[in-house]
């Protein structure tokens, strides 16, 4: 396999889906999605693994970034957004400058 020449996730994604569209990309119990399913979900879902400077680890929705501005290291700021009246997660967006 060749390595990709991609900057972004989203573009990784596409340089993948475009080489290799129907290859196992993600298998996980009962399901499994090609390159090209993958990049599709990708597209529609951001979520984002947030690793503070403490190293804390934390999974999270990632919001006001269109995906093709996402990439590695891409420093992000707490936003808290009501989904109800008792449930308010942590979400995360680019730092504005």
């Known amino acids: 396999m060749q390595p990709p020449d991609a900057k972004t996730i989203p573009d990784l994604l596409d340089e993948l889906a475009a080489r290799y569209p129907e290859h196992e990309a993600l ?17 529609r879902l951001a979520v984002t693994q947030v690793e503070f400077v403490e190293g804390v680890r934390l999974i999270a929705d990632i919001v006001d970034c269109p995906a ?25 967006s680019p730092r504005r400058s």
């Not at 093709?68 to 995360?92: A, C, I």
């Open 27 to 43: 298998v996980g119990g009962e399901t499994r999605l090609s390159y090209r399913a993958l990049r599709a979900e990708v597209r």
């Open 68 to 92: 093709d501005k996402l990439r590695l290291e891409l420093p992000v700021e707490v936003v808290f957004d009501s989904v109800t009246e008792t449930l308010t997660p942590p979400r995360f």
